[in-house]
């Protein structure tokens, strides 16, 4: 009987073993699992990323070059088609369709494990993503303290924070220099942005807005009511600019700029217009669209040097 208890309790003791290695690996997996990084996208939303997305899916071109700038080019696994310069890395990717058509069958089909999406532009993609479990993160670009921010975020989704951060110390030493040539003035200026379908004026937030802001310049429009639909600009009238009287006149425009560019000087001609100092005295600049349609994004020291180059070309 003796035998048969040293038995039992050797059994018990061995079960009991058994039990709390098993209770041991269960505990273990958390820390196996633990998370790479949580992010909060533009729209607030917190992005919890379990590992280093592998394969990334951007529905910007904008986003192609700081990607590759913190060491992520060869996690891009699909890009839009974009009329604006397309990176070498990202040429022969495949595209999932234009950035306001975006195509989600063709993102799926690149079987990505992160899509960055534009803010204002396709968040109307994220439910559809999520219900197929792919992570969306959105972001935005327009500012350059977006820029900022956004070059911070993904050298965290790369693993490259370092690089993020000399990258926005080389734009900060860039943009100062640009500032350091010309003369601390306040200039007056507006800044109309022109399409087919109109004019607008641009407020702050856009970023011409933005640039000028930078400069140190004062945008004649701040505090304007916006439109509805675009907070970075306010309706158009002439009458009010008339009465703002700006120093200095910047276009942005959408379409042909040849075009645009023969529209605006054939409506400049007439009396209201040409009542403008800067209009009459020819300080009237056409921006860029590379620079300042879509977001320039680690170009913006290049930017701000093409605004401040308008009004003062002898700046060295």
């Not at 009396?271 to 056409?286: F, G, L, N, T």
């Amino acid at each position: 009987m003796k035998l048969k208890g040293y038995v039992k309790i050797i059994l018990s003791i061995m079960m009991m073993a058994l039990v709390l290695a098993g209770c041991g690996q269960e505990a273990a997996k958390p820390a196996n699992q633990s998370g790479y990084a949580t992010l909060t996208d533009d729209l607030g939303r917190q992005v919890e990323l379990s590992k280093k997305p592998a394969r990334i899916v951007v529905t910007s071109a904008s986003f192609l070059e700081p990607l590759e700038a913190v060491g992520g080019a060869d996690l891009v696994v699909g890009r839009p088609d974009s009329r604006t310069k397309m990176p070498e890395f990202a040429k022969d990717l495949p595209s999932v369709g234009k950035v306001y058509q975006i195509d989600t069958e063709k993102i799926i089909a690149c079987q990505p494990d992160l899509v960055i999406i534009n803010k204002g532009m396709n968040e109307k993609l994220v439910d559809t993503l999520e219900a197929n479990g792919i992570k969306a993160l959105v972001l935005d670009m327009k500012s350059y303290a977006d820029v900022q921010k956004e070059v911070s975020t993904l050298a965290v989704v790369t693993g490259n924070k370092e690089k993020g951060e000399q990258l926005i110390k080389d734009m900060d030493e860039k943009i100062a220099a640009v500032k350091a040539r010309i003369p601390q003035e306040k200039r007056r200026v507006s800044i109309i942005h022109s399409t087919s379908q109109g004019l607008t004026v641009q407020l702050e937030g856009s970023i011409a807005g933005s640039v000028a802001k930078m400069l140190g310049w004062e945008n004649v429009a701040s505090g304007t009511k916006p439109l509805e639909k675009n907070p970075d600009a306010a309706p158009y009238s002439m009458e009010t600019l008339v009465e703002q009287n700006p120093e200095i006149i910047f276009v942005t425009s959408m379409g042909k700029l040849s075009a645009i560019k023969a529209s605006m000087e054939e409506t400049m001609q007439g009396p209201a217009w040409q009542s403008i100092p800067a209009v009459r005295e020819k300080r009237v600049y056409y921006l860029p669209q590379e620079l300042f349609l879509l977001s320039p994004g680690i170009h913006y020291p290049e930017a701000v040097e093409t605004m401040a180059k308008c009004v003062y070309p002898d700046a060295k």
